[in-house]
């Protein structure tokens, strides 16, 4: 038998539609059952067998994944998942992932239609965010590799030597809010400038970042013989949900001639928003951006997107010449330029298209008010808290988090109530600290999510402190 191919189409032809409807049946029955619940030992140890020799029926190996797979998953598409800051998904995503899977086309470069796609999908955020549809940008893995993207382009825009002497000179540093996300002094990290040149800005009562500390540090760092390159401000920071103030960092950047990046991981959907859109404002101005089409905008995993307003720039701290990648004029090798000259990926799957199905079917609009009925939620979930003796609201609600604590427990305490909400499979919500103190976080990212869950979640936590207590 050669290649792989089944020898039976008739069969396999079955097999995937009845995949497909079971998939559908799923999907349309999302919210019952338990939101989590843990794997059992011996189905965990059923994964650790080893690699097989021989093959597996499709049939018997499908069986396996409804049997060990699909009820042990995170959880994130059931409206009771409120935890960190997820994406549920939704049927025109999963058909366009499974078109992609068809196509298996690899859009790193070279004169093929789906190359003109992501193009789309890049033009089409330069303009839900109001930057210039003439930048660039590509779409990646999540918001970690965007902004690790931005950190190389900032830094070679400021320094372009870097790319053939390495970091050396003058220590390079960079300042984002202490609330700004793990990803960014990771970024510094892999990008060999160092965690610690990531300054850390303290942030107002209102979790924004310190614009008088910011600019003082910058100074201080100048004085110093350092060699500033870079501000991220945030655009929905992953603890509270705040914005910073984008126009005064802005301001900054300028002032200083520094690249001038935002980190909008989930925040940048509020872009649709004409209620939100405005706590936004200069976001439009970054020279680069990162954000998830995964989180907010309800694209299956993984589709992370990075954008930067000089395309000239982010194409010089990528491009790269090589005699067997020679761009032609015409031809498969024509096209140019190519993903691969906008980032470290050369092999990158189909990811638009799931972007592009998603948008192109729900709209700018609609998208839009899914941001605002997802806020709604938040806000409901924030006066129920209020209106609640012994739960405590730690946090403004600015868009869709809510962080709130429980009087009467500790915060040790706090912890176990929460792996016990989740064993129930009432609910999701995740923790976070504010201000010292452990919080209950509830993000509402899920368009499945109602007032209806959100009011679940909440007596589940106060039924569970309830037995707590006494």
């Not at 504010?434 to 909440?458: C, E, F, Q, Y």
Request: aromatic letters at 8%; one cysteine or more.
């Amino acid at each position: 038998m050669a290649g792989l191919d089944p020898e039976n189409w008739t069969n396999i032809r079955a097999a995937g539609h009845r995949m497909l409807d079971d998939l559908f049946d799923g999907m349309e029955a999302v919210g019952q059952g338990p939101v989590w619940q843990p794997m059992p030992d011996d189905i965990r140890q059923s994964f650790k067998e080893g690699l097989p020799d021989t093959g597996t029926s499709l049939e018997d190996l499908y069986a396996r994944f409804r049997r060990t797979i699909v009820p042990y998953g995170n959880g994130n598409t059931h409206p009771g998942f409120m935890g960190w800051v997820h994406g549920a998904g939704t049927p025109v995503g999963m058909l366009a992932e499974m078109l992609a899977g068809g196509l298996n086309a690899n859009c790193g470069g070279r004169d093929h239609a789906a190359v003109e796609v992501e193009r789309e999908v890049i033009r089409w955020a330069l303009e839900m965010v109001g930057m210039p549809v003439d930048g660039s940008g590509c779409l990646v893995t999540g918001s970690s590799m965007a902004n690790f993207i931005s950190v190389i382009t900032a830094s070679r825009a400021k320094m372009p030597e870097l790319r053939n002497r390495g970091v050396s000179g003058p220590r390079m540093v960079g300042y984002a809010a202490t609330t700004a996300h793990g990803c960014l002094p990771r970024a510094f990290d892999l990008a060999g400038f160092g965690s610690d040149s990531l300054r850390r800005v303290p942030v107002t009562a209102e979790h924004q970042m310190d614009i008088r500390a910011l600019r003082e540090m910058i100074v201080a760092d100048m004085a110093a013989g350092h060699t500033p390159f870079m501000i991220a401000g945030t655009a929905g920071t992953v603890d509270c949900g705040a914005v910073d103030d984008l126009e005064a960092v802005y301001a900054v950047a300028r002032e200083f001639d520094l690249w001038f990046h935002v980190d909008a991981a989930f925040g940048a959907l509020a872009c649709l928003s004409p209620t939100y859109a405005p706590l936004l404002a200069g976001i439009g101005k970054a020279d680069s951006l990162a954000f998830d089409f995964h989180k907010w905008a309800q694209v299956p995993y993984d589709a992370g997107c990075v954008l930067v307003r000089d395309r000239t720039l982010h194409a010089a701290a990528f491009t790269q010449s090589l005699d067997y990648l020679k761009r032609e004029e015409r031809g498969l090798a024509g096209n140019a330029p190519w993903f691969c000259d906008f980032g470290p990926d050369l092999s990158r799957g189909f990811r638009a298209l799931k972007v592009w199905m998603t948008l192109g079917h729900y709209g700018a609009h609609r998208m839009g008010q899914m941001v605002d009925d997802c806020c709604a939620v938040a806000r409901h979930l924030r006066d129920r808290i209020e209106a609640t003796e012994g739960l405590t609201l730690l946090a403004p609600v600015t868009l869709n988090i809510v962080c709130f604590g429980v009087d009467a427990l500790s915060d040790a305490e706090v912890s176990e109530l929460v792996q016990d909400l989740h064993e129930s499979g009432i609910a999701a919500p995740s923790t976070t600290r504010i201000h010292g103190r452990l919080a209950i976080r509830a993000a509402i990212v899920n368009h499945r999510t109602t007032s209806r869950d959100v009011d679940r979640m909440l007596d589940g936590v106060i039924a569970l402190c309830g037995q707590r207590v006494g």
